[in-house]
């Protein structure tokens, strides 16, 4: 028997979705989130003022907790969200997106609950057309290979800079609370508030853990954010990179020490000087063995070449 969402006075998970004029997507993603097997959580929209038949759709569902009024910025609208959450762990989910494992955050919470040391759970995503069609499954290498876990995942994020997707991952209130970029943050951190948290995730000392399953969808449509914001956020995707790669540098200099924290933001560890040798030899393994020239199929990296010969 489902729950009554209304009764949730102290929900588990807050979900959080910023919205503007995609009412078009909007059903679904609500309804995607409502058929989680895990209850206890809430659903909150914040739509930025939306003209077209999003307020209407939000009307339809009493468990939703929504609010439709401008934002200057999409981080604003990310950050009213924030506050209005209750719960003790946040997902995000655009409002172009949804989730297709329905027992996702179960899971989520299962590790979360069982181990202090992990602040951020995530797993695979699967691209969607426009029209509602499933298409590929992103970073599909990590079937056969999957990423390193907890603390070890540093070394592979200093060398790829490797964004967890954000559209899945589960993660601890406070720790996104005080790490998300907001309206006085600077640069690319604004500009790309999802590769902001995530370098300050990382570079605080936060450790992710992998599920290997497909949580979630992503929609590609001619209006998503990427698309006309593109000219904006390309410079600080490269910003990103850029800055990932001198904090690794900075860390085997010794100029930085890197300290570990558990969920609680406790310090738990460092690197101490005598491992950054062993750092440094874990760095140059991702960078050969997890380069994307090595894991490409032939047939994949033929295509591409002649995209690039041809177009």
Known sequence: MLLDFRNISQPVISVITPSLNHGRFLRQTIESVAAQTFRNFEHIVVDGGSTDSTVEILKEFPHLRWISERDDHVVEAYQKALAMARGQYIIQCCVSDGF??????????????????????????????EEGDLLNVCFQDFFADP???????????????????EGNYCVRAKVIQTSFPDTQSSDWFRTC????????????????????VVANFGRLHHDQRSQRLSDVEKPGQVAYLKTVKEYGKSILKGSIVHRFRDGKSQVVGQIPPHELQSLRKKMWRHRLFRSRLVRIDPFTLTLKLKERIFC
């Open 100 to 129: 297709l494992d329905p027992n996702w955050f179960r899971k989520c919470v299962e590790v979360l609950e069982k181990d202090d040391e992990v602040s951020l759970v995530w797993g695979f995503a699967q691209t969607m057309s």
């Open 147 to 165: 990423p390193p876990q907890k603390r070890d995942f540093l070394a592979f994020w200093l060398v790829s800079g490797f964004p967890l997707p």
């Open 193 to 212: 508030p999802h590769l902001g948290f995530m370098y300050k995730f990382f570079t605080e000392g936060y450790s992710p853990y992998f599920i290997p």
